[in-house]
């Protein structure tokens, strides 16, 4: 699939291209009295009658990007968009991002441009590949595609603080840079776009990189287009590619609809609830999946043509557990068998003697052993865990207990509560313990409050079924959970069951677990 409709590559020489019709754009040509040359073509934007070139500033001697607004000059309504782009333009000069190549300047046609030219974006020149370039053999991972689509989602959103909207909703209008990040490489926002362009843009560029397709109009012909449902709907990635993320692949398509649009759903209305999901996958890869994301032919759960092969890793787990109850239940007997002797020796011992009967002090009668006193237990080891789906932010779950609380592990934002008929009912950690303790305490540092948080021993796999050690309701800050633990463990799970609602979205952060029990 080829990303550039027809490039062409200007020669060293620097005379433009004098046997060139004056209204068409070719290598060579100049503009703007001279200062740019034209080098090659990038792409095309229909949409607002714009060309988008590599360039030459003759004056500063640098590579330029150069958003064409080509029209006839006596089309009033041309003029006037033109115009307005430009304006919008110029506004974007004075913002500066990571995800956005800066504005260096803003001209109308100049007397030596060919007759079709109504203005130019120039823009500093962004080293890298074609978005388009960059999915030609392929679809992307997921995690890879959320790392590469930070920084312009971090972009939208701070450019909408600003007041400012990017236009970032064509494919040949973003590049990414050798440093693996998408960037808006052709600023120059259409004269009627607004913020939920941007925002539809960011979903568009993101069900590109997970699917290799494009869902909104006005794309390159090479490019094919998003499928859509019986229903109109337009396919989730997820459908396409079960490799991807449930919550990756929701964030996409909601973030394509908007009141106006149809056969999308719609919900995700900022750059922010996009650049959420993002981080939270930026370290997501999925097991068993080729090079380029896509599963391999005997993974397929549906169509499997033989019955699965058991799992190495839970045959073993499953032996070493079966032994283990197997040695336990030895010992069992065998202090039973050691009761029952006693007691026959005591009583044949206490048959010559007479009874002896204890007096009714109370001072004299047995009392129970003290508690051991709890001590901190440090925590070695965490993996994510999640009752259905794919676990939450699986890249942060050491910052639940690196000792700072400046750190943190965050769930998804869901649309629907947790619990049954919601998409999961329990997201947290497996926590490994440095020593087998009798745990007594958990205390959970959070600023969401009105969380539940529930602790659960895990002795074999960990599941939802393990044994519930306590719960609480999380308050904002430190909220210590009293447990009821009486047999020693080395792993419990801490798992939140219900999520406060912010801005129409569940979520919930954890900063920091700290873990008190007596020795075993």
Same mark, same amino acid.
């Given at each position: 699939?080829?990303?550039?409709?027809?490039?062409?590559?200007?020669?060293?020489?620097?005379?433009?291209?004098?046997?060139?019709? &004056?209204?068409?754009?070719?290598?060579?040509?100049?503009?703007?009295?001279?200062? +740019?040359?034209?080098?090659? =073509?990038?792409?095309?934007?229909? =949409?607002?009658?714009?060309?988008?070139?590599?360039?030459?500033?003759?004056?500063?001697?640098?590579?330029?990007?150069?958003?064409?607004?080509?029209?006839?000059?006596?089309?009033?309504?041309?003029?006037?968009?033109?115009?307005?782009?430009?304006?919008?333009?110029?506004?974007?000069?004075?913002?500066?991002?990571?995800?956005?190549?800066?504005?260096?300047?803003?001209?109308?046609?100049?007397?030596?441009?060919?007759?079709?030219?109504?203005?130019?974006?120039?823009?500093?020149?962004?080293?890298?590949?074609?978005?388009?370039?960059?999915?030609?053999?392929?679809?992307?991972? #997921?995690?890879?595609?959320?790392?590469?689509?930070?920084?312009? &989602?971090?972009?939208?959103?701070?450019?909408?603080?600003?007041?400012?909207?990017?236009?970032?909703?064509?494919?040949?209008?973003?590049?990414?840079?050798?440093?693996?990040?998408?960037?808006?490489?052709?600023?120059?926002?259409?004269?009627?776009?607004?913020?939920?362009?941007?925002?539809?843009?960011? /979903?568009?560029?993101? +069900?590109?990189?997970?699917?290799?397709?494009?869902?909104?109009?006005?794309? #390159?012909?090479?490019?094919?287009?998003?499928?859509?449902?019986?229903?109109?709907?337009?396919?989730?990635?997820?459908?396409?590619?079960?490799?991807?993320?449930?919550?990756?692949?929701?964030?996409?398509?909601?973030?394509?609809?908007?009141?106006?649009?149809?056969?999308?759903?719609?919900?995700?209305?900022?750059?922010?609830?996009?650049?959420?999901?993002?981080?939270?996958?930026?370290?997501?890869?999925?097991?068993?999946?080729?090079?380029?994301?896509?599963?391999?032919?005997?993974?397929?759960?549906?169509?499997?043509?033989?019955?699965?092969?058991?799992?190495?890793?839970?045959?073993?787990?499953?032996?070493?557990?079966?032994?283990?109850?197997?040695?336990?239940? !030895?010992?069992?007997?065998?202090?039973?068998?050691?009761?029952?002797? /006693?007691?026959?020796?005591?009583?044949?011992?206490?048959?010559?003697?007479?009874?002896? !009967?204890?007096?009714?002090?109370?001072?004299?009668?047995? *009392?129970?052993?003290? *508690?051991? *006193?709890?001590?901190?237990?440090?925590?070695?080891?965490?993996?994510?865990?999640?009752? $259905?789906?794919?676990?939450?932010?699986?890249? =942060? !779950?050491?910052?639940?207990?690196?000792?700072?609380?400046?750190?943190?592990?965050?769930?998804?934002?869901?649309?629907?509560?947790?619990? #049954?008929?919601?998409? $999961?009912?329990?997201?947290?950690?497996?926590?490994?313990?440095?020593?087998?303790?009798?745990?007594?305490?958990?205390?959970?540092?959070?600023?969401?409050?009105?969380?539940?948080?529930?602790?659960?021993?895990?002795?074999?796999?960990?599941?939802?079924?393990?044994?519930?050690?306590?719960?609480?309701?999380?308050?904002?800050?430190?909220?210590?959970?009293?447990?009821? @633990?009486? &047999?020693?463990?080395?792993?419990?799970?801490?798992?939140?069951?219900?999520?406060?609602?912010? @801005?129409?979205? +569940?979520?919930?952060?954890?900063?920091? !677990?700290?873990?008190?029990?007596?020795?075993?």
């Amino acid at each position: 699939m080829s990303s550039k409709p027809s490039e062409q590559i200007a020669a060293d020489s620097d005379e433009p291209g004098a046997d060139a019709p &004056a209204e068409q754009l070719t290598p060579g040509r100049v503009l703007d009295h001279g200062r +740019y040359r034209l080098l090659s =073509r990038v792409g095309t934007d229909d =949409r607002c009658d714009a060309e988008l070139w590599r360039a030459k500033d003759g004056v500063l001697g640098r590579d330029v990007a150069l958003t064409i607004l080509v029209g006839d000059r006596a089309d009033a309504a041309a003029a006037n968009n033109a115009r307005r782009t430009l304006e919008r333009a110029m506004h974007a000069s004075t913002f500066n991002h990571v995800g956005v190549a800066r504005v260096l300047d803003v001209v109308t046609q100049s007397a030596g441009d060919p007759p079709g030219v109504l203005g130019l974006v120039i823009a500093e020149w962004t080293h890298g590949t074609d978005l388009l370039d960059l999915v030609a053999e392929g679809p992307l991972p #997921p995690g890879t595609a959320a790392r590469l689509m930070q920084p312009l &989602a971090a972009a939208v959103e701070a450019a909408h603080h600003a007041g400012l909207v990017l236009g970032a909703d064509h494919p040949q209008r973003i590049r990414v840079t050798p440093e693996g990040e998408v960037r808006m490489a052709f600023p120059g926002p259409l004269s009627h776009a607004t913020s939920s362009d941007d925002v539809r843009g960011l /979903g568009a560029a993101l +069900y590109l990189l997970l699917t290799g397709r494009w869902a909104l109009g006005d794309a #390159p012909e090479e490019l094919p287009p998003a499928p859509t449902g019986p229903d109109g709907n337009l396919v989730a990635p997820r459908t396409l590619r079960p490799a991807v993320p449930m919550e990756l692949s929701t964030v996409a398509v909601r973030a394509l609809g908007n009141p106006d649009s149809t056969g999308t759903t719609g919900g995700v209305r900022t750059g922010a609830a996009v650049l959420r999901v993002l981080e939270q996958y930026a370290t997501y890869e999925p097991t068993n999946t080729l090079s380029n994301g896509a599963p391999p032919a005997e993974s397929n759960e549906v169509w499997r043509r033989e019955d699965p092969k058991p799992d190495a890793a839970k045959r073993k787990k499953l032996t070493i557990s079966v032994g283990v109850l197997a040695v336990a239940t !030895i010992l069992v007997l065998g202090w039973i068998a050691v009761g029952v002797i /006693g007691m026959f020796t005591e009583s044949n011992q206490s048959s010559g003697t007479g009874t002896v !009967i204890s007096g009714n002090n109370p001072g004299t009668a047995q *009392q129970p052993p003290p *508690q051991p *006193q709890a001590s901190p237990v440090r925590i070695s080891e965490g993996t994510s865990f999640s009752a $259905n789906g794919e676990p939450d932010a699986p890249g =942060r !779950i050491n910052n639940l207990f690196d000792g700072d609380p400046n750190t943190y592990w965050s769930t998804f934002g869901y649309f629907q509560q947790l619990g #049954p008929g919601g998409i $999961n009912t329990a997201t947290g950690a497996v926590l490994t313990l440095e020593r087998p303790a009798v745990v007594q305490e958990v205390v959970v540092n959070s600023p969401s409050a009105g969380a539940k948080v529930e602790v659960r021993q895990v002795d074999g796999s960990p599941s939802m079924e393990s044994k519930l050690l306590g719960s609480a309701v999380l308050g904002s800050g430190d909220t210590p959970v009293k447990l009821e @633990g009486v &047999a020693p463990s080395d792993k419990i799970m801490v798992v939140l069951t219900q999520l406060p609602e912010d @801005g129409g979205e +569940y979520s919930a952060r954890i900063n920091e !677990i700290t873990v008190s029990g007596s020795a075993a």
